[in-house]
């Protein structure tokens, strides 16, 4: 799988949007973009994923660049609950499942 | 929509004793599922992963095993415990679509 890059840490308003980018200049034309999240003791919590297309669901929008070499994860009004270690991932389908590669994420802070 | 139960949540083990952490899904067939571990302060490592029944595929060498008696549940095992193995287990599931998700975890103190 394509290794993926993401600053260590950001901090946001509570109320913000909050838009967390992620390199993935290696990724293959069959990888996905996928995103998780993991809270404090928790398990990682799925987010978002996508191939080509921006998407948008419930919880985010995933923003990824035409080349395909970078991504964005946008929570369009963050709140204190959402402080939480966020993983971006590139991951291909293939006959032994979907293997996730996880890297060290960027850690949101929600501040009031 | 799939369900993983994963258990125990917590336990304390003395170095040397064995192990065994179950997770069991429910909601989908023939799921692939898999044996993350989160060392404290650090990222997910893949450990095993199951295609089916009884097919168990290893990531990295360790003092762990893995098995799979039936569909729906995938088991982690030690014979004699580290303190190395000490850490949070999380059990995943990839059932008819590609997203994979994860139990809640079993946090794991080797003393």
């Known amino acids: 799988d394509a290794k993926t890059t993401q600053p260590p840490s950001m901090d946001c308003a509570e109320g913000r949007a909050a838009n967390l980018p992620c390199n993935h200049s290696?990724?293959?034309?069959?990888?996905?973009v996928y995103w998780y999240r993991q809270i404090h003791s928790q398990g990682p919590q799925y987010i978002i994923h996508?191939?080509?297309n921006n998407e948008t669901n419930e919880m985010a929008s995933l923003i990824i660049t035409e080349d395909r070499k970078s991504s964005t994860l946008i929570l369009p009004h963050a709140t204190l609950r959402d402080t939480a270690v966020y993983y971006c991932?590139?991951?291909?389908?293939?006959?032994?499942?979907?293997?996730?590669?996880f890297g060290g994420g960027t850690r949101l802070m929600v501040k009031p | 929509s799939q369900t993983i139960h994963q258990w125990p949540a917590t336990l304390v083990q003395p170095v040397g004793s064995p192990l065994s952490l179950e997770c069991t899904v429910e909601?989908?067939?023939?799921?692939?599922l898999y044996w993350y571990r989160q060392a404290a302060g650090r990222g997910l490592q893949l450990l095993f992963y199951?295609?089916?029944?009884?097919?168990i595929s290893s990531e990295v060498p360790q003092n762990l095993s893995a098995s799979r008696p039936q569909d729906r549940q995938f088991i982690l095992s030690s014979k004699k415990l580290l303190l190395s193995d000490s850490g949070f287990y999380l059990c995943?599931?990839?059932?008819?679509?590609?997203?994979?998700?994860f139990g809640e975890g079993s946090w794991l103190t080797v003393v």
């Open positions: 991932i590139v991951s291909a389908h293939n006959n032994a499942g979907n293997m996730l590669t």
């Open positions: 290696t990724i293959s034309g069959n990888e996905y």
């Open positions: 996508g191939l080509k």
């Open positions: 909601g989908t067939s023939n799921p692939n």
């Open positions: 199951s295609v089916g029944i009884g097919q």
């Open positions: 995943a599931c990839q059932g008819s679509g590609n997203t994979i998700y």
